[in-house]
């Protein structure tokens, strides 16, 4: 039997560094050193945007593998390149077609 199930995309706009966890699994980093490596609560972005915010689009993978049943949570740590006012990260998840499973 097939099953169809959404690919699921985060898209977000931030203006240094990021790592994205959904349901306490990392799915996307960007500026924070090699995938799933150690990255302290107060270390800075390993550099800024060179045109300020920008936003990307990350593709996660099948929603069958990534969602529960029920509740879902979606958290971001952000991180800056100094210490100054301009922190950013706005996130969505889509939910982009179907894909044959």
């Known amino acids: ?9 985060l898209e977000i706009d931030s203006n240094d560094g990021f790592i994205a966890y959904l349901n306490g699994e990392e799915v996307a980093r960007s500026r924070m050193g090699p995938v799933k490596g150690f990255t302290y609560a107060d270390q800075y972005s390993m550099s800024t945007r060179p045109n300020g915010s920008e ?37 969505s998840l889509i939910f982009d077609g179907a894909t044959e499973i």
């Open 55 to 91: 936003t990307e689009v990350y593709d996660l993978g099948s929603a069958d593998d990534l969602l529960a049943s029920g509740e879902n949570l979606l958290a971001i740590q952000v991180h800056n390149d100094s210490i100054s006012g301009d922190l950013l990260a706005k996130a």
């Open 1 to 9: 039997m097939m099953h169809f199930y959404p690919m699921v995309l």
